[in-house]
């Protein structure tokens, strides 16, 4: 009988400087398969995310986010000083003990504080030191501020969201910050791996940018071998929709319509006008392309998007997605199946539910998942276990934590 041992990451000890949401996602990714991450806050109000909506029950509050719940869930908080004597003593004591540093300060941020990453690698050879920034840390835009919004625009992955002849798009929340925390992620236990194996420990650049810009690789090659400008898109071009189509109770996505098997689609919708010759090629449907998206829009509009979501997998060889709301896809089989979304009790907003991890591992199952830590919950163990603080010094430590 095989015995199945408790985490991937058991033995991975992490020192977390981050804030916000791409740093902290790198850490939560982490600490969910089982590192141990130590997030270091500020002692007067903490991480800046714990005050990033929304909140339970719509009240703001310290311990209220839900996003830094999920961002932060499997966590250790302590809280220090690092422009201070004592904050300093106990961040390189506690990162002595640490496979991995993360941070996503503004570029130089540590070095105006002195904490020089070079010295830090020197002291010890297998540390890896992964920093996240806007824009990495070196270039001419090293140091300007952005956002979201800034990333899509200024990636090129807005310029083909959307339809042609409308503004452009970009999907919603801060997926920008998710994908950057995940490339870190990676790119984190890379380097931590490369360690085990003899490797010197090393620096690594996580830019959110280029993060982004990764996801636009088909226009950009288009554009540099062709000259042409890829650009936004009609809703419908006789093939490929480009656009959510509205159901009768909402809206569902096809792939495709089938190609030469168009009939296959027109059965579905159980339309005769779309069985029409005049319809049966793709260039025939673009030839009319106004009637055959008036008749398509029609056809689909009879249909509820559950229906026709299962009828499409199951007997016809089509592949279709529905555009699901927050109730839907906490009712979804498959992720019932899997159990995928989870309750978690928070101290302080009790139990809510968060979307677990994509990841399963067959001999290292993930554990449950403990809640965000409150901020410096964690100060006497991590200080106790890792520094030589004296019992003083400690309880100067737990005293100066206070609400923002």
């Known amino acids: 009988m095989r015995v199945l041992k408790p985490n991937a990451l058991g033995k991975l000890r992490v020192l ?11 850490t939560k990714l982490l600490a969910d398969l089982g590192a141990e991450v130590i997030k270091v806050e500020r002692p ?29 869930t499997n966590k250790k908080s302590i809280t220090l000083d690092l422009k201070s004597d004592l904050g300093k ?116 650049d996580i830019s959110i940018h280029e993060s982004m810009a990764s996801a636009v690789r088909d226009t950009t090659s288009s554009f540099a071998s062709t000259g042409v400008v890829p650009t936004r898109q009609g809703q419908m071009n006789g093939e490929i929709p480009r656009a959510p189509i509205r159901a009768k109770d909402g809206y569902v996505v096809p792939i495709n319509f089938g190609g030469s098997e168009w009939a296959k689609t027109a059965n579905l919708l159980e339309s005769k006008e779309l069985l029409q010759e005049r319809f049966s090629s793709q260039e025939s449907r ?48 498959q992720y019932e199946y899997d159990e995928y979304f989870e309750e978690i009790n928070h101290p302080v907003t009790g139990g809510v539910l968060f979307p677990g991890s994509p990841i399963k591992f067959s001999e290292t199952p993930r554990q449950k998942a403990y809640p965000a830590p409150l901020l410096g919950q964690h100060n006497e163990e991590i200080i106790q276990r890792l520094t030589s603080l004296t019992t003083v010094e400690i309880g100067f430590i737990k005293e100066s934590v206070q609400d923002e």
């Open 16 to 26: 977390d400087l981050t804030q916000f949401v791409s740093g902290p996602y790198c």
């Open 44 to 72: 007067k109000g903490g991480d800046k995310g714990r005050y990033l909506a929304p909140f339970k029950g719509n009240q703001k509050g310290q311990e209220k986010s839900l996003l830094f719940q999920y961002l932060n």
């Open 89 to 204: 003593k106990a961040f390189h004591e506690i990162l002595g003990h640490c496979d991995l540093l993360v941070e996503n300060f503004k570029p130089g941020t540590l070095e105006r504080i002195g904490i020089d990453k070079n010295t830090l690698l020197e002291k010890n050879k297998n540390l890896v030191i992964t920093s996240i920034s806007n824009f990495g840390q070196t270039g001419p835009y090293k140091n300007y501020g952005a956002n979201d919004l800034i990333h899509y625009a200024l990636s090129g992955l807005m310029f083909v969201f959307g339809s042609v002849g409308k503004e452009p798009l970009k999907h919603a929340f801060r997926q920008s910050q998710f994908k950057a925390g995940t490339n870190a992620a990676s790119a984190s236990l890379l380097g931590v791996y490369g360690t085990r194996f003899g490797l010197a420990g090393q620096t690594i």
């Open 286 to 333: 673009r030839k009319h392309s106004d009637e055959f998206e008036t008749l398509v829009r029609k056809a689909f509009e009879n249909k509820n998007k559950f229906e026709l979501f299962y009828e499409a997998h199951s007997h016809r060889e089509l592949v279709y997605g529905v555009v699901q709301d927050a109730s839907e896809l906490l009712r979804n089989p």
